[in-house]
């Protein structure tokens, strides 16, 4: 699974921002540089923090679909039809689209 992980792009980027953002945010907080009443450091790690939570967990989000997806195909070859494999994944029908024309004017 590590491995896995070490693939996606998006698990290193996560690992790097949330690396950075707690060091910044531990340096704000212990230094007593400030600009006004902002502490800039604090706002910058927090902002990555939130980038790399985001990040990291598109990843196990991913990873968690794959697998689901997993389940659902095997239970659909046990099963013969796909009725158990309908409620884990339900299909979504989406209508068509219906073309007007209508003349753009600028």
């Given at each position: 699974m590590f491995l896995k992980l070490?693939?996606?792009?998006?698990?290193l980027i996560g690992a790097l921002f949330s690396t950075?953002?707690?060091?910044l945010?531990?340096?704000g907080l212990t230094s007593n540089l400030a600009v006004g009443d902002l502490n800039l450091n604090v706002i910058a790690?927090?902002?990555?923090?939130?980038?790399?939570?985001?990040?990291?967990?598109s990843v196990f989000w991913s990873i968690l679909h794959e697998k689901?997806?997993?389940?659902?195909?095997?239970?659909?070859h046990t099963a013969?039809?796909?009725s158990e494999a309908d409620l884990i994944t339900p299909?979504?029908?989406?209508?068509?689209?219906r073309h007007?024309?209508?003349p753009l004017s600028l």
């Open positions: 070490m693939e996606d792009l998006r698990f950075i953002g707690m060091i945010v531990v340096h790690g927090s902002w990555m923090l939130v980038f790399s939570a985001v990040m990291l967990g689901k997806t997993e389940i659902a195909e095997s239970l659909q013969g039809d796909d299909r979504i029908h989406v209508p068509e689209r007007e024309s209508t």
